[in-house]
């Protein structure tokens, strides 16, 4: 019997990729016979290659012509692209098939950024992107997001530090734009107020800014960053018992393993349909709700185009710490 041949369609980024998860897993699940695909960026390939319900990850190729090249030999039967931007459109103009594409509601952004006024639907990104798959059928399962570690990147924590062995509270330091982020000195002032062991997590940009948060912070902490891969990052995330972070993928990673999650938010809103998916119960979204310079951006900026960063320098570094000591 011939199989059905889907291509997902998403290149970046580390938490849009995440978001993605419940349209794979749905459409295996859901429709008879099915083989699915997923082409992405190299550097995200290790985000989706360990998933039982892809049967091929696809990266981009130097140019246009090579990666199309390689994915006609494919013979796919439909593309599903949740990305959509001018590169997909050439892929499917090229590769001639079948597609269907998510609504990203590019105009509704712009008046909530721009004019303020609040047009989104009140929908999150994973049922926008599970909509997709309306004309086969599928229905969302409601388990929320998944993220596979491979055995060889799980990180045995006691190895890390045995106070941390028995909990701990994960605080993201970075995030993609620094007006996403807790600045260096909020997060110093909210790690002296925790009750429980703290691990830094992220990346090796974050490396330097996360040494300077820990020799500042009087209590047991551990800087992780840039000493793990994503997946090993993954990992602790896992197993903490508490992530506080920002808008950003590891977010969406603490999402997929239902933790608690207290989320802080600088210039994005969760109005934009990318707040925490199915986390557990007791999260918490922690904003500035009624700055009328907010969002500024649907994505980010290097640094606050007001310069007094309000959004974040005055979230309540109490109230912070005391709900993660709270619900740990």
Known sequence: MHKIKFLIIRFSSIGDIVLTSPVVRNLKKQVENVEIHYLTKSQFKSIV????????????????????????YEHFDYIIDLHRNIRTARFKSKLRIISFSFEKLNWEKWLLVNLKKNKMPDVHIVDRYIDTLKIF????????????????????????????????????????????????????????????????????DNKE?????????????????????????????????????????????????KKKIVSVWGNTVPEFGMYPYLPHQESEIVEIKDLKCRPCSKIGFSECPKKHFKCINDLDEKFIAKKINDIF
């Open 209 to 257: 800014e996360a040494e300077e948060i820990r020799k500042a912070v009087s209590k047991t902490i551990i800087n992780t960053c840039g000493k793990y891969n994503l997946n090993q990052s993954a990992s602790l995330v896992k197993q903490a018992n508490v992530i506080l972070t920002p808008d950003t993928g590891l977010m969406h990673i603490a999402s997929a393993f």
């Open 137 to 204: 059928d599928v229905k969302n399962d409601n388990l929320g997001l998944d993220y596979f570690i491979p055995k060889k990147d799980e990180v045995d924590v006691s190895s890390i530090s045995q106070d941390a062995a028995g909990g701990y509270v994960g605080v993201v330091v970075g995030a993609f734009h620094n007006t996403k982020k807790l600045t260096k000195e909020k997060i110093v002032v909210i790690c002296n107020k925790l009750e429980k062991p703290i691990l830094l997590l992220g990346g090796p």
């Open 49 to 72: 290659e360990n998933n039982p319900y892809i049967d091929k990850v696809h990266t981009l190729k130097n140019s246009l012509s090579e990666t199309v090249e390689n994915l006609k």
